[in-house]
């Protein structure tokens, strides 16, 4: 299917002329020249940009091409890509539950066969919790690898850029554009890496033996016990607030309902509070360390259920929120590599996902991890 015939809530800007290369979809956060970029919000519904952003100038130079924007959740805020200005992203394996978000548009588009390759952002899981409920793959790279150039920020420390695609080998090539210095790894086997594995007992059932069969095939490995970073959250409450303060101040009835509450929360937070969170991150990156001590890698769940119904998201308030971002947020909070890869059916029938995460500069370890994995499961 290309671009133009994704059901509504998918694409927000399409392109006059179908581009040359392979099919690229941006989510709608990017400054592409010549096309709408709204952020998703009215605010920006006009807004033509200049300029592209140099992430997806790579991308275009390495042979892809925008075939379109995709839908988000406004302002990149949120975990379901229900945009009450340009509509609910559909998700394309099952009618009637979220697509995941924020980068929800990019999702649906790869099922879809709309694109190849999407290029996301994720703050708190945005590439990684689209990946989970749609069944598809999301890299969140090493915080400061990808640049985030002329994209809307959300909280600039936790902030990262990364691709989403079918599979591993094409989120590899993407990197290899997005990031030309990084070093292929020379892994050839999983018995070479000895990985931990966390949060199996938070999951629901079949997601865990998902999850639990997928890290089986490490043969190397053994539980960590890890926390989820709650202690974090007003920094990156406080961040936000910062992006917004003024543009909040001047069209807060321009913001949706679930974002608007949101911000409005966001404000709230002091500058001692954010502070008390600055130091609770960096007794997290501490506890990292120490939980991965002598092993290579982690294995953990991408989400602790399948994709949740429309019309079960946040409402106002941060629990559901919450609950989409505990195994994805902390992996934000410490600036690590994750991949997110579907491993089997879960409940309703519906894909589970595994994250394989690695210490800041290990991208191509999760890569290389990632790809061996994905074959392994294939052939079980």
């Known amino acids: 299917m290309d671009a133009a015939g994704c059901p509504p809530g998918v694409f927000l800007a399409l392109p006059r002329e179908a581009p040359a290369g392979r099919p690229l979809a941006v989510k709608d956060l990017f400054d592409t020249a010549g096309l709408v970029t709204t952020y998703g919000s009215p605010l920006f519904g006009d807004a033509v940009s200049e300029e592209t952003a140099p992430a997806v100038l790579a991308l275009e130079e390495a042979g892809w091409g925008v075939v379109g924007k995709t839908n988000l959740h406004e302002f990149a805020f949120g975990t379901t890509s229900e945009n009450p200005h340009y509509g609910v992203v559909p998700n394309p394996i099952a009618p009637g539950r979220v697509a995941g978000g924020s980068s929800g548009g990019n999702a649906a588009a790869l099922v879809l066969d709309a694109a190849d390759l999407a290029l996301g952002t994720d703050s708190g899981g945005s590439i990684r919790i689209p990946a989970a409920c749609c069944g598809i793959v999301g890299f969140k790279p090493t915080y400061g690898l990808v640049s985030l150039d002329r994209c809307f920020p959300l909280a600039a420390t936790f902030d990262h850029a990364g691709p989403m695609a079918r599979d591993v080998a094409t989120c590899q090539q993407a990197m290899e554009a997005l990031a030309p210095r990084l070093e292929p790894s020379a892994l050839e086997s999983l018995d070479e890496v000895r990985v931990g594995v966390a949060w199996l007992e938070d ?26 970073a709650e202690d974090v959250d007003p920094q990156f409450m406080y961040e936000v607030a910062g992006v917004h303060r003024e543009l909040f101040a001047e069209n807060a009835d321009l913001y949706g309902d679930d974002v608007r509450s949101k911000i409005e929360r966001c404000l709230e937070v002091s500058t001692g509070e954010a502070e008390q969170a600055a130091e609770a991150r960096a007794a997290y990156r501490e506890e990292a360390d120490v939980a991965l001590s002598g092993l290579d890698l982690l294995i953990a769940p991408t989400l602790a259920f399948v994709a949740p119904p429309v019309g079960s998201g946040e409402s106002g308030d941060l629990r559901f929120r919450r609950s989409m971002v505990r195994f994805t947020f902390p992996f934000n909070a410490l600036g690590w ?44």
């Open 203 to 228: 999951t629901d059932p079949l997601v865990r033996n998902r999850v639990s069969e997928a890290a089986s095939h490490f043969l190397d490995r053994r539980p960590v016990v890890l926390s989820s």
């Open 337 to 380: 590599p994750a991949l997110a890869l579907p491993c089997g059916a879960a409940e309703d029938g519906l894909p589970a996902s595994v994250q394989i995460v690695g210490r800041a500069g290990t991208d191509a370890l999760v890569l290389a991890a990632g790809r061996l994995l994905e074959a392994a499961l294939a052939a079980s």
